[in-house]
């Protein structure tokens, strides 16, 4: 059977030709023969049929600002239109595999591998009673692609897959390709960069997109898919919840001011409205389904006690449906069903005051029909819509807060002085004291509504405290019941939110907590001490209440992109997965359960790749079956705008979380040879002292400003939250994200690899602690051996290995030369030789020719670098000019776009 009717070849052929034929008729014939001349010119060099880039530079530096701009905005296009070309093979390469049956990380797949294992069906029924799995969506500003562009961009990805998958005449055919020429040709009319900075309601309102549009809809299907795989299986297994969405958008203050508590507010009323709504319209068309004649069936008493109930809430509307459904009970439960929704945070009585209310009510429904032998009715229309309610409840998404610690110390220190207790003055020790004391007390300490004379930090977060106990009255506490702490460093920082928490009355120990509260550790201060942290809060009374409270399940969140830019990349990931397994270990300790929070970037360089492979490469200490973390960015757009894919990455997370907590469970701590680890500290060692001599070496600073573009960056209207901490240019400061997208529009993904090859190379040179009497061959073998049987290690190399596969030191070489001369000669050799040392050990090590192992990724790195490489000539020309013009301005923020599109990745 014939699945698809077109290639990934023919569909970017064919797009690139009509993109062509729109420079020409919309920009003009000399613009378009421009586009072509630097197209060739550099697929000529690529190829090896030119000897240098002059001819792309000579082009470039000839023209005009207009010419510029057509330049960016025409790559820069192309990159968009080659993205969903490369999307619908991957649409391609899921739908034959599934259909062959050798789709990889499927549910089926997972099934199999349980039974193969002789896991009994109330086995398969205990672990998915672990299983919960949170991807939280972040406003962090990394989708550098504008709302209405993406628009369009779905409505081309809507074409190609008519195009594929259906057979249409001659006619049709021709219709279609009309439709992607209009598409196209009003892409390339609408402006690539926005004018204005997004606010947060605008971020709010782009992640609430994509859990309305594709997650909502995908979600019930991938449970009919894991019931039917287990069901082949395994018999009466039941599924419980296994997804709940969350969000940072519109409730992540941290470093952005314009996060207010009026954001929030709002953001949890429209969620509420948006799915409200999804749910009316899904009744609605249950109601086109379930036209059953009351004369033919049998109700139940349990449907017909539901059905009474709501004709005496809403008696009027009951005579109404009765009338317009006579003898149909179904339909007329379903009307008065979808008036309790219009009614939810209504004035009016009668709505539905929990989603579980409304659960009952649907599987009141199914129960009915399948007494009937309707049950194919309610397997196909009815379960799917449970799922939806049981998933998105009615806050389509719960949010968490979060705030810098600084910000609630500053808060609680300014309140307590009010008090005369001069909390500013006392050591750890006495904070620690104090704030329990004022917890377990009965009686109020501060007055959360008295914001009169405070400071603006302290007005704040107070007013955020007050609204939360609001939030939680108005919308559920399940709608708004995390609190992220960044920076944590202390136990009191941690206690600072419970103390807030309490005296907003969000808190009343010991019976009752309606917050988790997280603390965010990325410093390697902080991980190194989450040990005294952790165990400080665990043995103190009140927190231990709270702790308590809540399940006895303690959240804890990982930031993998400060860490990574305090650390570097190797040393930061062995110092997170070691943590990590500390953890494990102390929770244990405590009897508490872990749930750890991954704040996990977009980019490899900030804790980004496969999230299935990530999940599989988890110490087994931590793996509990609940796991949480972020998806940020252009990652978002990348895995959830497309149904079928965003169905595809469910399947995945759900493939390895639950294998995963079943090796967990058999294998509760794995056993890793003390050579590894004695090795890994050994690379780790040497690498994080060489990335922290380079970052601390004279000049560097002034090197990355002046060698990538990160000035344009800092003004790009990317977020809403401003793109360092105190807007001073220092690598401390500033936030990880611009850190890795300006290496990234360099070409030079430094951190992504950079003293990777020296960490390896000492280890190899030198053994490990002064305690190895192996020769080079036989440390060799060693890693290969790693490489080979330790997730953890084979994810880390493997994706370095990316981060190098996307590294192109010639164009970084471009980079550099915009530096002043004494910088460039001190800094670029050395960031070139780290590149060629960890090229040739990881290529070593993993005992390959390439970097790469997947083909269809250096299919696509092959297509993609000719087409980079003129923007980056392109943006060095802008760059290395002293004065631009208002068009040079839009032509250089254009090429940022551009090239980010063309690595498919921004930060």
């Avoid at 000839?62 to 296009?77: G, H, I, K, N, Q």
């Avoid at 429209?270 to 009744?283: G, I, K």
């Avoid at 409304?358 to 029909?369: E, G, Y």
């Avoid at 998806?631 to 979380?657: C, D, F, H, S, V």
Wanted: hydrophobic share 40%; with cysteine.
């Amino acid at each position: 059977m014939t699945l698809h009717r077109r290639t990934v070849e023919r569909d970017v052929r064919e797009l690139g030709a009509l993109l062509g034929d729109v420079i020409e008729a919309q920009a003009s014939t000399a613009a378009y023969e421009v586009v072509e001349d630097l197209r060739t010119a550099a697929i000529d060099y690529r190829r090896g049929d030119a000897d240098s880039r002059d001819p792309l530079r000579e082009t470039v530096e000839d023209l005009d600002p207009a010419t510029e701009s057509a330049v960016a905005r025409a790559f820069t296009s192309y990159f968009e239109l080659v993205n969903l070309a490369e999307e619908r093979e991957r649409i391609r390469a899921i739908r034959s595999a599934s259909q062959e049956g050798s789709l990889a990380d499927s549910l089926g797949a997972a099934v199999d591998e349980l039974a193969a294992a002789d896991v009994d069906a109330a086995t398969v029924e205990s672990l998915l009673d672990d299983v919960l799995i949170e991807p939280t969506f972040t406003a962090h500003p990394t989708e550098a692609r504008r709302k209405t562009v993406k628009s369009k961009l779905r409505a081309v990805t809507r074409h190609l897959e008519t195009l594929d998958e259906r057979l249409l005449t001659d006619t049709e055919e021709a219709q279609v390709k009309r439709d992607i020429d209009a598409e196209v040709t009003s892409l390339w009319q609408t402006a690539q960069v926005r004018d204005r900075r997004p606010e947060p309601g605008d971020e709010a309102r782009n992640v609430q997109w994509y859990l309305e549009n594709t997650l909502f809809d995908v979600t019930g299907e991938v449970y009919a898919e894991f019931e039917e795989a287990l069901g082949e299986r395994f018999e009466d297994v039941s599924i419980p919840q296994l997804f709940q969405f969350r969000s940072w958008a519109g409730s992540d203050a941290d470093g952005n001011p314009y996060v207010t508590p009026e954001v929030t507010a709002e953001t949890l009323d429209r969620q509420r409205s948006v799915v409200v709504e999804r749910y009316r319209d899904e009744l609605k068309r249950l109601s086109g389904v379930v036209s059953q004649d009351g004369r033919r069936i049998e109700v139940d008493e349990t449907f017909e006690e539901r059905l009474a109930a709501d004709r005496e809430r809403f008696p009027s509307i009951a005579e109404t449906a009765a009338e317009r459904y006579p003898n149909e009970p179904y339909r007329q439960k379903l009307r008065l069903m979808r008036e309790r929704l219009v009614r939810v945070g209504d004035v009016r009585p009668g709505g539905y005051g929990e989603a579980d209310e409304l659960v009952a009510d649907l599987d009141a429904l199914a129960a009915s029909l399948r007494a009937n032998d309707a049950g194919t009715v309610a397997t196909a229309h009815v379960d799917p819509l449970r799922r939806q309610v049981a998933t998105f409840e009615f806050q389509l998404a719960s949010l968490d807060l979060r705030d810098h610690r600084e910000n609630h110390t500053t808060a609680v220190a300014e309140t307590l002085d009010r008090q005369e207790v001069e909390y500013g003055e006392m050591d750890e020790d006495e904070r620690v004291a104090t704030l329990t004391d004022a917890v377990l007390q009965e009686e109020s300490v501060i007055d959360v509504d008295d914001r009169d004379g405070v400071s603006d930090t302290t007005g704040t977060v107070l007013e955020r405290f007050a609204s939360l106990a609001d939030w939680q009255r108005e919308y559920g506490s399940d709608a708004i019941d995390t609190y992220c702490i960044s920076m944590t460093e202390e136990p009191s920082h941690v206690l600072e939110v419970l103390f807030l928490a309490d005296q907003a009355g969000v808190v009343s120990l010991p019976d009752h907590s309606g917050l988790d509260v997280v603390p965010l550790l990325e410093t390697e201060s902080a991980l190194s001490g989450a040990d005294r942290i952790m165990g400080t809060l665990f043995e103190n009374e009140a927190y231990a209440a709270a702790v308590a409270a809540r399940g006895g399940t303690q959240e804890i969140m990982l930031g993998y992109s400060d860490s990574n830019k305090e650390n570097g990349f190797l040393a930061a990931n062995w110092e997170l997965h070691r943590n990590q397994r500390r953890l494990g270990e102390i929770v244990a300790e405590y009897d508490v359960s872990l749930r750890l929070f991954h704040g996990r970037g977009g980019s490899i360089s900030r804790g980004g790749g496969p999230m299935n492979e990530a999940l599989r490469a988890l110490p087994n200490s931590t793996v509990t079956g609940e796991v949480k973390f972020t998806e940020q960015g252009e990652a978002i757009a990348e895995k959830y705008a497309t149904p079928r894919i965003a169905e595809r990455n469910l399947e995945q997370m759900l493939n390895a979380q639950l294998l995963a907590r079943h090796d967990a469970v058999e294998q509760p701590t794995e056993e890793i040879p003390q050579v590894w680890t004695d090795a890994m500290d050994a690379m780790a060692s040497a690498a994080r002292e060489e990335y922290r001599d380079l970052l601390e070496s004279e000049g560097f600073v002034e090197f990355f400003g002046q060698a990538t573009p990160i000035g344009v960056i800092e003004d790009l209207n990317l977020g809403s939250r401003p793109a360092s901490r105190s807007g001073e240019r220092t690598v401390e400061d500033l936030r990880a994200i611009p850190w890795v997208f300006s290496w990234t529009q360099a070409r030079c993904i430094l951190p992504g690899w950079y003293a990777l090859g020296t960490g390896i190379e000492t280890y190899l040179d030198e053994g490990s602690a002064g305690t190895d009497d192996t020769d080079r061959d036989e440390r060799v073998e060693t890693l290969r051996e790693m490489y080979a049987e330790w997730p953890f290690f084979r994810t880390t190399l493997d994706n370095a290995a990316l981060s190098l596969a996307r590294t192109e030191m010639e164009v970084a070489e471009s980079y550099a030369g915009m530096a002043d001369e004494a910088l460039a000669e001190e800094f670029f050799p050395r960031i070139h030789d780290e590149y060629e040392r960890a090229v040739g050990r990881v290529t070593e090590v993993t005992d390959r020719d390439s970097l790469v192992r997947r083909d269809w990724l250096l299919d696509g790195l092959d297509r993609r670098n000719p087409y980079v490489d003129p923007l980056n000539v392109l943006q060095t020309h802008l760059l290395g000019q002293d004065e631009r013009t208002e068009a040079e301005e839009r032509a250089l923020r254009l090429t940022v776009k551009g090239i980010a599109a063309g690595m498919k990745t921004t930060g």
